[in-house]
């Protein structure tokens, strides 16, 4: 079977959501997903089906807190937002990514 680009996703959901959190401050859900595809330069897309769970249980974490809120379109949406745990959280999902990458790139140098 194939590995798609969101198969790959899947392991990096919280660091891309955080970060996005972090940088961005306050978000609704399409705002994160609209903010991924486009930072990415339209290779990396969350789906709603990955994204809200992966929200539900950030705000279980505590990483993330939710509040009611009404969109740019007048319409009302949870928006979330990092919080302190999640800060700490963001910090160990940067390092292990950058190990994830380190390893990758040596064995795709030396193999």
Not at 88 to 107: I, K, P
Request: glycine share 8%; charged share 30%; net charge positive.
């Amino acid at each position: 079977m194939k590995r798609t680009r969101n198969d790959i996703l899947q392991g990096t959901l919280d660091l891309l959501v955080l970060k996005c959190l972090a940088a961005q401050g306050r978000m609704h859900g399409y705002a994160i997903t609209f903010h991924i595809h486009t930072i990415s330069a339209e290779q990396l897309r969350v789906e709603e089906g990955s994204l809200y769970p992966a929200l539900h249980r950030m705000e279980q974490e505590g990483w993330v807190k939710a509040e009611w809120g009404t969109t740019e379109k007048k319409r009302q949406a949870r928006f979330y937002a990092i919080t302190a745990a999640g800060r700490r959280q963001l910090e160990q999902e940067e390092e292990s990514w950058a190990r994830l990458r380190d390893g990758v790139q040596r064995v795709l140098r030396y193999a």
